[in-house]
């Protein structure tokens, strides 16, 4: 839609092709049916967002960037809101309001929109490209291929872009699941349904804090979203339940508390159903627990060991980490270094962001400079 956009911005002749029955089905379906469209940060926090190649795309926000994205939907008509950790949302909390925008926008440049149109194959035959479904083909000296990863394929997102890209002997690194649940060797049952607020999750120089969500297999919400994308099963993350209390702080905490029994002291700190998981074990009163056992027990609270057994498939995670080699590809036009007309946009990259609006920026954005370029 963004690609489309710019293209008829600039004055081309711009024809959407989508094969579901509406534009936008993957939107609709983001931040819980709210569209978190993007994120206010500043460039640093922004790529920071970004884990998988993110510099690669240095290029495009140096064209078009996030803040210029919030302008262009305000300018639209849509007003957006801000929210925890800079996510912007449009007012109404509704993705139809974001996807209603987009496509108005398309309409009003005059760009065309074709749905219920499944490409089956693209061909380039001397300097124009062959675009058939199976009734009709249609032909382009610029083709903009922005279908999407792997992930959620109910939404239309089968693939197929690798299969274009592979069709012109481009290079398509290997895909795995990315902002995903994690699934772990850990007491579910105790602790399901439980929501932390600003917990650190810790592997190796991967630190993350965020929200937090147990599960009836592992972990799930924004920290653990992120940190699928540096692990694919037999490591031991680091849970930190109090991250703005230091360990000499807790040991301070449990002397003042010495009276209490170990699980109301918690309770101070902690939910009430972690605080009775992690008081098991222990001696009634805090003044009862051995000073090595209450070392143990701020250890818990500081570094609860998580191994981690694996993440959620490709089709249940949010994001396709892997895609179309960046070698392949002009960060400048995001065109095809080997054929020339042809450039990919958005998750079909291998390019691969955080949810909390930055998968969509990098989206957006590349779709916008790829629709920009002029012949």
């Not at 912007?88 to 496509?103: A, G, R, V, W």
């Not at 649940?181 to 999750?201: C, M, N, R, Y």
């Amino acid at each position: 839609m963004m690609a489309a956009i710019s293209s008829s911005y600039y004055g081309k002749k711009a024809l959407l092709l989508e094969k579901n029955r509406r534009l936008g089905k993957k939107l609709a379906g983001t931040g819980g049916g709210r569209c978190n469209v993007t994120n206010n940060g500043t460039l640093e926090e922004l790529m920071a967002g970004i884990p998988g190649n993110g510099r690669f795309l240095y290029s495009v926000f140096s064209q078009f960037d996030n803040h210029d994205l919030i302008r262009f939907f305000e300018e639209n008509g849509c007003a957006l809101k801000v929210e925890d950790h800079g996510r912007m949302f449009p007012t109404t909390d509704k993705s139809k309001t974001i996807i209603d925008t987009l496509e108005k926008k398309i309409r009003e440049l005059s760009g065309h929109i074709k749905t219920q149109f499944e490409v089956v194959s693209v061909k380039k035959i001397d300097n124009l490209f062959h675009v058939k479904s199976a009734e009709e083909e249609l032909t382009c000296n610029q083709l903009i291929v922005t279908t999407g990863g792997k992930s959620y394929p109910s939404t239309g997102s089968t693939g197929f872009g690798y299969d274009i890209a592979r069709h012109f002997k481009l290079e398509v690194t290997e895909l795995e699941a990315a902002e995903s649940p994690l699934l772990t060797d850990f007491p579910h049952k105790a602790l399901q349904g439980i929501s932390l607020d600003e917990v650190t999750l810790t592997y190796g120089k991967h630190v993350i804090t965020h929200d937090l969500l147990f599960t009836h297999f592992g972990l799930s919400g924004p920290a653990a979203l992120r940190m699928s994308s540096f692990v694919k099963g037999g490591e031991i993350l680091e849970l930190d339940l109090i991250p703005q209390t230091s360990s000499e702080e807790l040991l301070s905490f449990f002397h003042k508390n010495r009276e209490k029994s170990v699980k109301n002291a918690l309770k101070l700190l902690i939910p009430e159903r972690v605080a009775d998981f992690l008081a098991q074990g222990y001696a009634e009163k805090v003044k009862q627990v051995s000073p090595k056992s209450l070392e143990e027990l701020s250890q818990k609270l500081k570094a609860l060991p998580i191994p981690v057994t694996g993440k959620m498939s490709l089709a249940k995670s949010f994001v396709t980490k892997g895609g179309v080699d960046l070698k392949e590809i002009n960060p400048k036009t995001l065109e095809s270094k080997k054929v020339p007309g042809l450039h990919f946009a958005g998750e079909v990259l291998d390019i691969n962001a955080h949810t909390g609006g930055f998968n969509i920026t990098s989206a957006l954005c590349s779709g916008w400079v790829a629709g920009a370029i002029h012949y």
